[in-house]
């Protein structure tokens, strides 16, 4: 965001540190356009330089982009463009996509996001819920495309306390408030944002406590659990959810390392109360004792 004069610039002039684009894979760029524009989506067209691809957008409601990328399109693809490939090079890490990624927004734009997913990308809307906030309560509801293969949640409250506000208050509007990656082994994923010095989210023991008066687990499964700060959740059908929270950045949001086993579909509702509280005493200056 460092070109001067840039879309991205001028976004983290007003916004501070932020997503100011997104892209969603389609398989018909033009169509997707198309589709956009009849239910009076903004095209937006930035400045295009030199060997840079053109690539479709629109603006979303909060004045941030999505682009529009066509896969299996004809001719070089816009990484081929923008970006030199090393066919040698070999992955460093072991997270595999972006699981979902949730939105912080006032109180009363939660209707005309969900009506743009809906009537621009014809995404489908989960059933509101209402989530603890040590301040208050936060109110979530989840698009998800047709696919499943791209889920968004969409957070707001109306008390002013509460993460979901101090996050539209350093945004100055809505904002990201955390993206979560997918992985197939949470334990190694942790084990590596540990020694790369990520700052997770410190959980209380007590929680570990709690887990083991609900769930037949071995000791040591509850201590390897403490140790990484993996918080886990299960469905009825049996299917399970690891997942563990950076700490977040400038008050804004954070990232999520999430692993999920035997078709969890959920987001680990049931967690996030503890999640708030360890993030609610992180603000206070709490301290955790370690794991011994």
């Known amino acids: 965001n460092a ?22 894979r389609v398989k018909d760029e033009q169509a997707a356009l198309q589709r956009a524009t009849d239910f009076r989506g903004q095209p937006f067209r930035g400045l295009v330089g030199p060997n840079e691809c053109e690539v479709p957008a629109v603006r979303a409601p909060d004045g941030s982009l999505i682009y529009l990328v066509e896969q299996g399109k004809q001719g070089p693809s816009l990484y081929d463009t923008d970006f030199r490939l090393d066919a040698a090079a070999m992955p460093s890490g072991g997270l595999q ?15 005309s996001w969900v009506l743009f997913y809906k009537s621009l990308f ?14 208050g309560l936060v109110k979530s509801r989840a698009l998800r495309s047709h696919c499943g293969s791209l889920r968004l949640p969409l957070n707001i409250s109306e008390n002013r306390n509460t993460a ?8 100055r509007g809505s904002g ?7 992985c197939a082994d949470i334990f190694s994923e942790v084990a590596r ?3 790369s010095g990520v700052p997770l989210l410190e959980i209380p023991l007590n929680y570990y406590d709690d887990l083991a008066a609900r769930f037949d687990f071995t000791d040591e499964f509850l201590s390897e659990l403490a140790y990484y700060n993996v918080l886990y959740d299960r469905d009825a059908q049996g299917g399970e959810l690891f997942h563990v929270y950076t700490e977040p950045f400038e008050e804004r949001f954070f990232f999520e390392i999430i692993q ?16 708030l509280a360890a993030m609610a005493k992180r603000r206070s200056g709490a301290v955790r004792k370690p794991v011994l």
């Open 3 to 24: 070109e001067p004069y840039s879309f991205g610039h001028n976004f983290f002039e007003a916004h501070g540190p932020s997503l100011c684009a997104t892209a969603l």
């Open 97 to 111: 996509r972006i699981d979902h990624m949730a939105l912080a927004l006032p109180a009363e734009a939660l209707d």
């Open 122 to 135: 014809d995404f489908a809307a989960d059933d509101e819920v209402v989530l603890p906030d040590p301040y």
């Open 164 to 171: 979901i506000a101090h996050a539209l208050s350093s945004y």
């Open 176 to 182: 990201v408030h955390h993206i979560a990656f997918d």
């Open 193 to 195: 944002a540990k020694e």
């Open 260 to 275: 999920r086993k035997g078709g969890y579909a959920g987001y680990g509702a049931a967690n996030v109360a503890v999640r």
